[in-house]
């Protein structure tokens, strides 16, 4: 259908632990700015207990697509279905992720899909600020070894807990951002879940990876 119909179409039906931050981060070579194998990072994560959320989670979910992706696509943290299989990005809401990545000539398989949290927050209440300063390591090893050309920040909170800061998605988004640790163009959008709520959106965040995707393309 392409996102254009997909656009369309919607608008017209709308429907405590013993590991410290620091020597988390250690493990992933996040102090001295290492690379660490993926592998390997998600081995640590699989084990992590360094938040609270490791209690309540019943899997990590560490992020999954091509280790070579120009885009990096980052949402806040699992949601139930996520937290049952393993997998970023899967129900409804991994659907509609589906049909924008198709709009854009893009499929799972190229892009590479990840969280700022690894595991689910209960209830899927908003994350607390000391779970994403423990969890965030992780992220910055992925962003270091895939070194996409684009991020794109899904969401309020993912937007907001990349770039630092408070400002609302509406104002975040509709622009280029850069990710400051490692000097890449970030552009904001809204969560699938939120479209999935709010249909009316869609035509917004397909303008938002239009925007992205000019950025890869005078990038050359
Ligand atoms: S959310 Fe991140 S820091 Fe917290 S337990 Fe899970 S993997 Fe570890």
Redesign the pocket.
């Known amino acids: 259908m392409g996102i254009t119909g997909w656009v369309d179409s919607q608008i017209q039906n709308p429907v405590n632990?013993k590991d410290t931050p620091e020597s988390?981060a250690d493990i992933v070579g996040e102090v001295q700015g290492q690379s660490q194998d993926l592998s390997s990072v998600e081995a640590v994560?699989r084990g992590?207990?360094?938040?609270?959320?490791?209690q309540s989670?019943s899997n990590?979910v560490f992020g999954s697509g091509s280790l070579t992706a120009d885009w990096l696509l980052v949402g806040e943290a699992p949601g139930a279905e996520e937290d049952k299989q393993g997998l970023p990005f899967v129900g409804r809401a991994g659907q509609l992720l589906d049909s924008m990545l198709y709009g854009l000539g893009l499929n799972r398989d190229e892009v590479y899909i990840a969280n700022v949290?690894?595991?689910r927050p209960p209830r899927n209440r908003d994350p607390m600020g000391e779970?994403v300063r423990?969890?965030e390591p992780?992220l910055h090893q992925q962003i270091r070894n895939i070194q996409p050309r684009i991020i794109i920040a899904m969401g309020r909170f993912a937007a907001q807990s990349l770039l630092k800061k408070t400002d609302p998605i509406g104002r975040l988004r509709g622009r280029v951002h850069e990710y400051d640790k490692f000097g890449i163009p970030l552009v904001v959008t809204y969560h699938p879940a939120y479209l999935l709520r709010s249909p009316l959106e869609k035509r917004k965040a397909w303008l938002d990876l239009t925007l992205a995707r000019a950025v890869l393309e005078n990038a050359g």
């Open positions: 632990s988390q994560v992590c207990k360094a938040c609270v959320l490791h989670r990590t949290l690894k595991c779970e423990k969890c992780y």
